[in-house]
């Protein structure tokens, strides 16, 4: 049984964050009840929870409030926990409500909703974006931090391998007549107005581009890559890619996810893109589902690739992301990719 509580406990005490510029601040949170947005509000709460100093007011954007309150059981006003229901796109801001920073975290995640959604993807990426930066600007925000991704470099690298790491200013090619483009191209336009209302009215956005990011507190119902790879192995069940697993990427951890936005948010250049990854965990799609394989060594499961040209998969890529602008600030990863798949197979045991 993995307990999430107690990994956000654990990093509300250890996290070297200038913790006294969020003190007695309210804290926006979109996305709020997905993977990375539930646990940047976790973190706060059980920051709030320790009594380490005055209370941080946490107020989660959710589309849904049942939805939120099974999310976030056990927490309620008292600890800071506020809620606002609406979607990014239409979200008008309450006036007796003072906002001062903003993480934003909204935005659809699975490969095959991007397929068979692309209009409601944009949208929900570039107008919820822009939507989000006019109330920081009207709010006069302190800090805001968009959540993107390493999708934005494209197909990247033209072969695996480190010898060529990714910048944050080399950004590859996107096919923008592909219906699943709607996602990079969308993160890239993100980043865009994050840059432009930095630029024009002095908004302190920056970006944070993480690696593919996992971990403990995914639905149970999840369907990509990673966690198919574990509930595949743990059913004692072989691993079938519908690719060839040739892509090379890098991953990165929930709770590293988590401490790179703060520490961007805390830290960061407006107008600046930050990579968050691991770069112990670079591998090919295959090794992925090895490792994950070899966590059960018992089972006798297997890994083998059968081909679907019409799978919701980006084309081949080859992504190893240079994060020395990130660790300039002081921010580390904690977990390999066989420490974030044993924490995720522990997590989904329960």
């Not at 990854?277 to 591998?283: C, H, K, L, M």
């Amino acid at each position: 049984m993995f307990d999430l509580t107690a990994e956000s406990r654990d990093q509300a005490q250890t996290l070297a964050l200038d913790w006294r510029r969020l003190e007695g601040r309210n804290v926006l949170i979109t996305g709020a009840t997905g993977l990375i947005g539930s646990a940047c509000a976790r973190l706060l709460l059980e920051r709030n929870r320790l009594g380490l100093g005055e209370q941080i007011g946490v107020t989660c954007l959710v589309r849904n409030a049942q939805k939120a309150n099974d999310v976030f059981e056990g927490y309620g006003p008292e600890d800071g926990l506020r809620f606002v229901e609406s979607s990014v796109e239409e979200l008008a801001w309450p006036e007796d409500l003072p906002l001062h920073y903003v993480i934003h975290a909204a935005c659809p995640t699975a490969s095959r909703f991007f397929t068979e959604h692309p209009v409601e993807t944009a949208d929900a990426i570039v107008l919820g974006t822009r939507r989000m930066l006019a109330i920081a600007r009207d709010q006069k925000v302190a800090g805001f931090v968009y959540a993107s991704s390493m999708e934005a470099y494209g197909n990247g690298n033209d072969a695996p391998g480190l010898n060529r790491l990714l910048d944050e200013s080399q950004v590859g090619y996107v096919n923008p007549l592909v219906a699943r483009s709607c996602y990079p191209e969308g993160k890239r336009m993100a980043e865009q107005y994050c840059c432009d209302f930095a630029s024009e009215y002095g908004v302190p956005a920056m970006v944070v581009r993480l690696a593919q990011t996992f971990g403990p507190g995914i639905p149970k119902t999840d369907t990509r890559l990673f966690a198919m790879c574990v509930k595949k192995a743990m059913a004692g069940e072989d691993i079938v890619l519908s690719t060839t697993g040739a892509s090379t990427r890098m991953y990165l951890y929930t709770a590293d996810a988590i401490s790179a936005l703060f520490t961007v948010l805390l830290s960061g250049e407006p107008g600046t893109a930050y990579n968050a990854a691991n770069p112990a965990t670079y591998s090919a799609v295959w090794e992925l589902a090895e490792t994950a394989a070899d966590l059960v060594p018992d089972t006798g499961v297997e890994v083998r690739c059968e081909v679907d040209p019409n799978a919701p998969y980006p084309p081949e890529h080859h992504l190893p992301l240079d994060v020395s602008r990130l660790q300039a600030l002081g921010w580390q990863p904690t977990q390999d990719l066989r420490g974030m798949l044993g924490n995720l197979m522990e997590y989904l045991k329960d």
